[in-house]
């Protein structure tokens, strides 16, 4: 069965430059949501997206920015990059607010 | 936010022992969802399970049971006779109180030794 994809799956970056992190939703999935997860911690909500417009907003810092486009794809932008910014950044996907199931993850480098 | 607790960090078990994850929630909602995935050391998220606040009927999949007690705000997870390819880290999640986002408890670390 298809699974959320996401691309790249690493990425180095120095710190204030910018970087695109991108997710393609299962095949129907009308849903993306976008975590954060930081070295031996639990994943932290972001944002989502339902039918291409933001349904819910978390802890996601002015830096960055997100959008859902008409293919359902999402990208998350991320600038002026920081030290504290470097984790894995994962995608899920959804059918509407059924489970959520997440892509195998962006693993971040900020030097 | 509606907090998720596992108290557990860390469990070490010995192969086929069984073992049982903890998982404590708030909630202030008649209607809420919990989550349970798993998170083996290839990092992926893997979907558990999924249970609404309306079916307290407990679940079994195999070598895995989960016990939902709405009285004690708890949704246990127990692995029967756990295998090596068990060690991961679980986390116990619910959705949160502005949607469907998943706030996520801190994660026990299951080892299992041959």
């Known amino acids: 069965a298809a699974g959320v994809i996401q691309s790249p799956r690493h990425l180095i970056k120095e710190k204030r430059e910018t970087a695109t992190l991108k997710c393609y939703p299962i095949p129907r999935h009308d849903t993306v949501y976008w975590y954060q997860q930081g070295p031996g911690q639990d994943p932290q909500f972001l944002i989502s997206?339902?039918?291409?417009?933001?349904?819910d907003k978390g802890s996601i810092p002015d830096r960055f920015s997100a959008q859902q486009f008409s293919d359902y794809h999402s990208e998350l932008n991320m600038s002026s990059l920081e030290l504290g910014d470097s984790a894995l950044y994962f995608c899920?996907?959804?059918?509407?607010?059924?489970?959520?199931?997440f892509g195998p993850g962006t693993r971040l480098t900020v030097l | 936010a509606q907090k998720v607790t596992q108290a557990q960090t860390e469990i070490s078990v010995v192969e086929k022992e069984d073992v049982t994850l903890d998982c404590v929630y708030e909630t202030r909602d008649t209607t809420y969802y919990l989550f349970w995935y798993k998170q083996p050391p290839s990092g992926e998220l893997v979907f558990l399970i999924r249970?609404?606040?309306?079916?307290?009927q407990n679940e079994i999949s195999g070598r895995y049971s989960w016990n939902f007690q709405k009285s004690t705000s708890s949704f246990n997870f127990t692995i029967t006779a756990s295998q090596v390819v068990d060690s991961a880290v679980y986390f116990c999640?619910?959705?949160?109180?502005?949607?469907?986002?998943?706030?996520f408890g801190k994660g026990t670390s299951l080892l299992v030794t041959p």
């Open positions: 999640a619910r959705n949160s109180n502005s949607g469907y986002a998943l706030n």
């Open positions: 249970r609404n606040s309306f079916d307290e």
């Open positions: 997206f339902y039918e291409k417009m933001q349904s």
């Open positions: 899920a996907s959804s059918l509407s607010y059924n489970e959520q199931f």
